[in-house]
């Protein structure tokens, strides 16, 4: 049993300046990539809204793809904007998170406002 702390790694999905959203969320998995690659613990996204230079706003869409992506990292947001979603849908769609990828998903607290 190792000593290490556990360390996790939070990412907002940053879209660079001059380059497509699809690029930013490449850059994002090639992070989650490195992240799992190095040992980190978890990989943790952050969920904004009305931000070009952001793409995190559908959080559980960008986790399932990273999902795709690593073999073991656990992936998760680590908050929820709750007046932005309908708390069933998002019990239903980190359930679907954990029916692919298993207990490599976490959902931290919910923010019921800003």
């Known amino acids: 049993m190792s000593n290490a702390i556990p360390l996790s790694f939070l990412d907002l999905a940053p879209v660079p ?10 850059q994002t998995v090639e992070t989650a990539q490195q992240a799992e690659k190095v040992g980190l ?3 943790w996204m952050a ?3 009305n931000m070009p ?17 690593t073999k073991h990292i656990r992936i998760g947001a680590g908050g ?6 309908a708390p069933l849908v998002i019990a239903e769609q980190f359930g679907t998170l ?5 207990d490599r998903v976490d959902l931290g607290g919910s923010c019921a406002g800003y």
């Open 80 to 85: 929820v904007m709750l007046p932005n979603h």
């Open 53 to 69: 230079g952001i793409a995190s706003a559908a959080t559980s869409v960008l986790l399932a793809h990273i999902g795709s992506q």
């Open 17 to 26: 300046e001059g380059k497509t959203i699809a690029e930013g969320i490449a």
């Open 47 to 49: 969920e904004h809204h």
């Open 98 to 102: 954990q029916a692919l990828y298993g």
């Open 41 to 43: 613990n978890r990989y």
